[in-house]
C-alpha cells in the first residue's frame, strides 16, 4: 500500500480521490500490509505519484497506471538528490517533475524520460494497482533507483 509521506495526512493510505489532476504530485511511501511497517528509513524508497490525463501517456506508461495515476521514484537517477518540483519545462511547454539540485527534467507521460539536464537514464518507475480504493504497488520498481555511482 501507499502512504503519504508529508504533510498532514502524513502515514495515511492514498485513495486515487486524493491525487489531483495535473500534479502536483503527491511525495509518498510503502506500507507493508502484512505488518503495518512504512518503508519510510530509507529515502530510495519515496515515491511521486501524479495524475494525468491516460490520452497523454505513451503505451508503455498507461499500461502500468491506474486510471492516469502514476509512480516514479522521487531519487534523481543523475546524483541520486531528491525530485521535489512540478515545473513548467525548460525545454518544452509541458510540465514535468525536475531535480532542482542539477536541474534534470523528466517527462512522467513518457516513462519519466529525461527532458533536461544531466541525468543519465529515466527515473524508476513503479507499476500501481487499485486496492479496496487505495492505492497499492503492483511490482517491482522499473529501472534502477537512485544516482549513478562514482566511479
Given at each position: 500500500m501507499l502512504v503519504f509521506s508529508e504533510g498532514d495526512k502524513e502515514?495515511?493510505?492514498?485513495?486515487?480521490a486524493d491525487v489531483p489532476a495535473g500534479g502536483p504530485p503527491v511525495h509518498a511511501w510503502p506500507k507493508d500490509p502484512n505488518t503495518s511497517v512504512v518503508r519510510s528509513a530509507?529515502?530510495?524508497n519515496?515515491?511521486?505519484?501524479?495524475k494525468l490525463d491516460p490520452a497523454e501517456l505513451d503505451e508503455k506508461t498507461r499500461a502500468r497506471a491506474v486510471d492516469g495515476i502514476i509512480a516514479y521514484s522521487a531519487i534523481c537517477s543523475h546524483a541520486g538528490c531528491p525530485?521535489?518540483?512540478w515545473v513548467?519545462?525548460?525545454?518544452?511547454?509541458?510540465e514535468v517533475f525536475k531535480c532542482m539540485c542539477h536541474n534534470s527534467e523528466f517527462d512522467p507521460r513518457e516513462g519519466a524520460q529525461v527532458v533536461f539536464g544531466p541525468a543519465p537514464r529515466?527515473?524508476?518507475?513503479l507499476p500501481l494497482a487499485l486496492v479496496?480504493?487505495?492505492l497499492s504497488v503492483a511490482g517491482?520498481?522499473?529501472g534502477k533507483v537512485g544516482g549513478a555511482q562514482p566511479g
Open positions: 502515514g495515511k493510505l492514498i485513495t486515487a530509507s529515502r530510495l519515496e515515491i511521486l505519484i501524479i525530485v521535489t518540483a513548467k519545462s525548460d525545454a518544452g511547454d509541458k529515466r527515473l524508476a518507475a479496496d480504493g487505495s517491482n520498481f522499473i
